[in-house]
């Protein structure tokens, strides 16, 4: 079936609940679009005495052009409006009547209420082409008599084509992109989608946000009988990063801006493949094993082997060169091994890789609170037995995270198992961490591992690693209050439509670099005014929003110097009442 000669919609049609309502004049389609389930909604109403008819009004535009956009889908959430754009990007909603101020629309977090001016609701819109984003640039809040203007923000594309130095088509060849990311203020490589070459070697990437990027291939065997030689030696393709490195570090970024189209071709050369071999010792009979193989001092994707629980060793092909292998089990009782292994011209056999027991990390946490109210309680069950928990089980939550871009493991504490059961971090093979605190109490005045001040930098865990990790807890930081300037949203929040609860800013408290702070991210009502407790004693950069910014790179000194000239520094000590008055920050 075909609706409006638009392809995008029949998917639509497919993936949600969509109500078809046919018009006679110009046979007008209108789509009432589900963007998510409402786990309640209530809807009274009563008629207006006059009967009037209140309109929205608007139109979608492009948000890096500003061109209108035609048929795009607008619609409400709560599945009450649906139209397409016309050819100028324009949009309009008639409201039903309304009596006065009970009129109320509920969904999870959310409370939109009428008055005697008319309703409010929430709009969105999308586009294939453009960004499905329900962020506030593409999801706003409209109400009668106001123009409303939504941007849409175009997709940026990845293309190119695939070649071999033989006459082969590159037909099923993998690549990948990887885009570099912000995770607890850390900008880091994560791996994106993969795509196959087609016939002519071609891939493509769509739907890409604006970033930065860098594009791999992954290892391809060649197994045309045509050109391979019987009995002869295999040969296959390594992986290339583009331009055309074999080292990962060495490789280009990728600057995508909103709407770009970037061409990204990769020639692949093939190199002779040798079969190698890695013992492994004390590992379980028909145990499962991960296997990552990097080239040695480079941590680069795209290489693979395998793991025969059989013969309980470790095998497949490489081309020449240097590879650090590392297998990893899983389960219970999860174990590590490395080893170094060198191919060079001939098969290769490794050196036993010996599989030794992840190491587990004791938290002792020491309380200097001088509060004596606080009554938080909780219970936690294992299915069989409930019980009480209590201090820093109650209150503090810690995870250990991977401080290499490619090794995507780490650690959380382990479940309860009494009442008084002490913090735990399990199951952490070798490699480098960052710990991650978060608590619901005070602040976290210290954190150490010997000498290794976990604040500011990773530890390290070797094999049987059992050092202590040492945490000081305290409830004696600053309390700030203060107000967001230019935070209020014409013609909805003056008019008091929403919950004074929703926030109007985003603000982040970003530690100077060396600074004894942590950082903090909170939210200023829809009065503009704001305040924070139990800040950590430090001095902070703080930066004021009207957007979330969830790829905010504050634990990057060099990165965070785009901002030096944003925000305002505040430096706060211990006890402390401080009043701070802020800007919203324009050019996000």
């Known amino acids: 079936m075909r609706i409006g000669g638009e392809p995008w919609i029949q998917r639509d049609l497919l993936r949600v609940r969509t109500y078809l309502i046919f ?40 948000a890096v052009t500003h061109q209108p956009v035609g048929r795009a889908l607008v619609f409400s959430p709560d599945n009450r409006f649906a139209m397409l754009t016309d050819g100028e990007g ?30 409010s609701t929430w709009l969105r819109a999308r586009k294939p082409g453009y960004l499905d984003d329900a962020n506030e640039s593409t999801t706003l809040p409209a109400r009668p008599g106001h ?122 050369i093939r190199h002779p493949y040798y079969p190698v071999t890695i013992p492994v010792a004390n590992a379980e009979a028909n145990s499962g094993m991960n296997i990552d193989v990097t080239l040695q001092g480079n941590r680069s994707p795209g290489y693979s082997l395998g793991y025969n629980a059989a013969k309980q060793r470790i095998e497949g092909l490489l081309p020449n060169g240097n590879y650090v292998v590392e297998g990893k089990t899983f389960g219970a009782a999860a174990t590590t091994g490395v080893v170094n292994l060198a191919v060079a011209g001939s098969p290769a056999e490794g ?23 606080w009554n938080g309680s909780g219970t936690w069950s294992d299915g069989k037995h409930t019980f009480d928990l209590h201090g820093p089980r109650l209150y503090l939550q810690a995870n250990a995270e991977s401080a290499d871009d490619f090794v995507q493991r780490g650690a959380s504490l382990h479940q309860p198992t009494g009442s008084n059961d002490s913090l735990v971090l399990e199951d952490l093979p070798p490699g480098r961490y960052w710990l991650r605190l978060h608590t619901s109490r005070g602040y976290v005045a210290s954190a150490s591992m010997g000498s290794v001040d976990l604040l500011h930098k990773p530890f390290i865990i070797g094999s049987g690693s059992t050092a202590p990790i040492d945490i000081t807890m305290r409830d004696d930081g600053a309390e700030v209050e203060g107000t967001v300037a230019g935070v209020t949203l014409p ?30 991210e909170s939210a200023a009502s829809s009065d503009g005014k704001f305040g924070a407790q139990t800040i950590a004693p430090g001095t902070y950069r703080v930066l004021a929003f ?32 401080a009043n701070v008055q802020l800007q919203i920050i324009a050019s996000e």
């Open 147 to 268: 123009e409303l203007t939504i941007y849409l923000m175009p997709e940026a594309v990845i293309k190119g084509r695939v070649t071999l130095s033989t006459t082969e088509s590159a037909a099923g060849v993998n690549v990948q992109i990887f885009s570099r990311q912000v995770q607890e203020g850390r900008p880091r490589w994560i791996p994106g989608a993969a795509a196959r070459a087609n016939s002519n070697g071609e891939f493509r990437f769509a739907e890409l946000a604006a970033g930065v990027y860098k594009v791999v291939t992954h290892e391809f065997m060649d197994n045309d009988p045509v050109t391979r030689v019987p009995n002869g030696p295999l040969v296959g393709f390594p992986p290339i990063y583009y331009p055309g490195t074999t080292d990962f570090a060495a490789a280009s970024t990728i600057q995508l801006m909103a709407g770009q189209i970037f061409e990204a071709d990769l020639a692949l």
């Open 23 to 62: 018009q006679a004049t110009n046979f007008v389609f209108v789509f009432f679009f589900v963007g998510f389930v409402l786990s309640s909604r209530t809807f009274s109403q009563t008629l207006q005495p006059n009967g009037e008819q209140k309109k929205i009004h608007g139109t979608v535009v492009n």
């Open 491 to 520: 013609g909805v929040r003056e008019q008091n439509d929403f919950q004074d609860s929703m926030p109007t800013a985003h603000l982040y408290w970003v530690p100077l670099p060396d600074s004894a702070g942590q950082f903090l």
């Open 546 to 577: 009207r957007t979330r910014q969830p790829n905010l790179p504050y634990c990057d000194a060099e990165a965070m110097r785009a901002y030096e000239t944003k925000g305002q520094v505040v430096h706060l000590s211990a006890g402390q009442k």
């Open 351 to 373: 050196p036993t890789l010996a599989l030794t027991r992840n190491s587990s990390i004791t938290l002792n946490v020491k309380e200097e609170f001088t509060a004596t109210d």
């Open 90 to 119: 324009n949009f309009e909603f008639t409201f039903p009547d309304v009596a006065s101020d009970n009129t109320a629309v509920s969904r999870p977090g959310i409370v939109i209420r009428g008055n005697s001016n008319g309703q």
